[in-house]
């Protein structure tokens, strides 16, 4: 397997962050030989670039990074304008855009944005996914569903070789739709022994599917906490760790502790079957820079190439 490490939002201490730190760090990340960088949908959060303009702004900066969105929140989104985005970076950055879907916003305060009917979330997920597939795959495409409804709708330019739709959760019911649905999945929160088991229901349900999908894409955010870490956002951390994950009794299991704790935890998520990460810190970091360097000199090595 092919084994890749990518970078999530790295904030820096003092910063102001958003755009205005962005260029600094696609030029960091290029110039230190990263796979890929990650833009969250976090639309309440101070400073939060939305994934798909972070996306198109890194690729008019960037000639080799690869471009991920973690996670992109479809219901509430039209699909269609979300296929229309996609083919159009897919086009503008050809291979390089890695778009991940999830349910739910990560923010309570994101849900009232991203509305839905009441209970309809996971159908409406699901339905709108086959439509940004179909339009990515067919020239001309009508669709009479629940939810949504084309008729003889297309997007350009139509890509020669779409991008795999990956998706996002833990919970069984994400898991299996990931095997039905999706072209890979890239979890969060969970330890080498909870994706094995991830990865292996992901496996049944493609299979129930008959579908199937490739050995590495499947992968997970590693959230480090290095040394010189700021005690109270790793604090305000674990306590959000707490209510997300009540079944964990204790939440810093989720976390890798320095940069050992992270080249083991690497290791065991590789023996789990996983092959695609997303490395970002506990919280702002003293400099984004040192962090950076420290990532490329332990972690790195450990790809393949």
């Known amino acids: 397997m092919k084994i890749r490490i990518g970078v999530g939002d790295v904030p820096e201490r003092g910063a102001s962050g958003g755009l205005a730190e962005l260029p600094g760090l696609l030029a960091e990340l290029e110039e230190l030989g990263c796979d890929s960088v990650w833009f969250s949908d976090l639309v309440s959060a101070p400073g939060a670039v939305d994934p798909l303009v972070g996306i198109a702004y890194?690729?008019?900066?960037?000639?080799?990074?690869?471009?991920?969105?973690?996670?992109?929140?479809?219901?509430?989104?039209?699909?269609?304008?979300?296929?229309?985005q996609l083919a159009s970076l897919a086009a503008l950055a050809p291979r390089r855009v890695l778009p991940v879907f999830g349910v739910r916003p990560a923010l309570r305060a994101d849900r009232t944005v991203f509305a839905v009917?009441?209970?309809?979330?996971?159908?409406?997920?699901?339905?709108?996914?086959?439509?940004?597939?179909?339009?990515?795959?067919?020239?001309?495409?009508?669709?009479?569903?629940?939810?949504?409804?084309?008729?003889?709708?297309?997007?350009?330019p139509l890509p020669a070789r779409p991008p795999d739709l990956w998706l996002s959760g833990r919970v069984p019911a994400a898991l299996?739709?990931?095997?039905?649905?999706?072209?890979?999945?890239?979890?969060?929160?969970?330890?080498?022994?909870?994706?094995?088991?991830?990865?292996?229901?992901i496996v049944r349900?493609?299979?129930?599917?008959?579908?199937?999908?490739?050995?590495?894409?499947?992968?997970?955010?590693?959230?480090?906490?290095?040394?010189?870490a700021d005690e109270q956002a790793v604090d305000a951390l674990l306590a959000r760790l707490r209510r997300d994950r009540p079944d964990v009794a204790d939440p810093r299991t989720l976390l890798c502790w320095g940069w050992d704790g992270a080249r083991e935890r690497l290791r065991r998520l590789i023996g789990a079957g996983l092959s695609k990460f997303v490395v970002r810190p506990a919280g702002p970091v003293p400099s984004r820079r040192a962090f950076l360097e420290a990532l490329t000199t332990e972690l790195l090595p450990l790809e393949n190439h």
């Open 176 to 201: 299996d739709r990931v095997g039905r649905l999706g072209d890979g999945w890239l979890g969060s929160n969970v330890t080498p022994a909870e994706a094995e088991v991830c990865r292996a229901r």
């Open 58 to 84: 890194a690729a008019g900066l960037t000639t080799r990074l690869k471009l991920g969105t973690s996670v992109v929140v479809l219901p509430g989104r039209n699909p269609a304008v979300v296929a229309a």
């Open 205 to 228: 349900a493609a299979d129930r599917a008959g579908r199937a999908i490739e050995e590495d894409h499947y992968g997970t955010y590693l959230t480090i906490v290095p040394d010189d």
């Open 117 to 156: 009917p009441d209970g309809r979330r996971a159908e409406v997920f699901d339905e709108a996914l086959r439509v940004v597939r179909a339009l990515l795959t067919e020239p001309v495409v009508t669709h009479e569903g629940r939810f949504f409804q084309l008729a003889g709708a297309s997007v350009a």
